[in-house]
């Protein structure tokens, strides 16, 4: 029992901890997930260089690998600090509030971190501008519109989808915008911003005067560029199709593409647009603890710089 003791109470082991909670952190976001969202599938041609299709960051926090290393970090940490406060009332030794409440900071962030990894509820949700979502027994929102904007190259600059809440069925905050990086929180559940797709339909003239319809995602070969039909440009009543060239599996050019203009033995006939967003509603039971691990720690530091200075003053 003693070497036991020594062995979980031992600063190596919390270095050695440490260290692998960190290289396999770093390591998950280069592991490619069990499936992509809609998002990558629909807006990226198959085989193209360089694109990224999403990581395993996510489900490694929830793994066995990940809940092990920090169910025994905790026991080491609950061992140091219970072995620190026993010797200090055999020695008698002065308090030190500071780095007792950093240690017991640290088991509560690792206690609300193991919650939200067992417990966190992670839905991926997609909407067009009228529909609704149930969130909690309580609480739904209904998209009332959604904005997309991109870059010249036609990359993604901005998602904003504007909501009203609604609690048991009437609304209690109307034309709430939720941006990237800007949830909306509700009692129980926060809603983020994930992805934009574009279902639109383009119907496309042929050289021979026969319609052909496409939508995102579908392209066609002209001599040696492949046109891959990537998104749509402008609103409603001047859209334009968006083409991506490719040429040996790499994008050389983009093409904005208005209805009665061609490209190759196409034309563009008209165009009937169709947006989702993609929102993502986060329980997490967790995250209360893991703020009052922040406030504790904070405040345990704090105490221990100022406990410092007054040993250095005197």
Not at 11 to 39: K, M
Not at 209 to 223: L, W
Not at 264 to 275: A, F, N, Q, R
């Amino acid at each position: 029992m003693n070497t036991l003791y020594r062995f979980f109470k031992s600063v190596r082991l919390a270095i050695l901890l440490i260290l692998l909670i960190l290289v396999l952190s770093l390591a998950s976001t280069f592991v490619p997930q069990g499936e992509d969202s809609a998002f990558y599938r629909s807006h990226y041609p198959p085989g193209a260089a360089g694109l990224v299709t999403g990581t395993g960051f996510d489900h490694f926090f929830s793994s066995a690998p990940f809940l092990v290393l920090v169910a025994l970090f905790a026991l080491n940490l609950g061992t140091c600090t219970v072995d620190r406060l026993v010797r200090r009332l055999r020695t008698r030794a002065p308090l030190r509030l500071g780095p007792d409440l950093v240690h017991v900071a640290l088991l509560v962030l690792v206690v609300g971190g193991l919650v939200s990894g067992l417990a966190r509820h992670d839905t991926f949700v997609e909407m067009s501008p009228g529909q609704q979502a149930v969130l909690t027994p309580h609480y739904a929102i209904r998209l009332v519109s959604l904005e997309y904007s991109t870059y010249e190259n036609g990359a993604p600059r901005a998602w904003v989808s504007t909501v009203d809440v609604l609690k048991d069925g009437t609304v209690e905050r109307s034309a709430v915008p939720i941006r990237v990086n800007h949830p909306l929180r509700l009692t129980g559940v926060s809603v983020y911003q994930s992805s934009w797709e574009n279902q639109s339909t383009f119907v496309f003239r042929d050289a021979s005067g026969q319609r052909v319809s496409a939508g995102i995602g579908q392209g066609f070969q002209d001599g040696e560029s492949y046109w891959y039909l990537a998104d749509s440009t402008g609103n409603q009543a001047s859209s334009k199709a968006l083409f991506q060239e490719y040429r040996d599996n790499r994008m050389v050019s983009t093409r904005a593409v208005a209805v009665e203009e061609s490209l190759g033995p196409y034309t563009l006939v008209s165009i009937t647009p169709k947006m989702l967003t993609g929102l993502r509603e986060v329980t997490d039971p967790g995250f209360t603890t893991v703020i009052a691990a922040v406030a504790l720690l904070a405040a345990g530091l704090t105490l221990t710089f100022a406990q410092r200075d007054r040993r250095e003053s005197k």
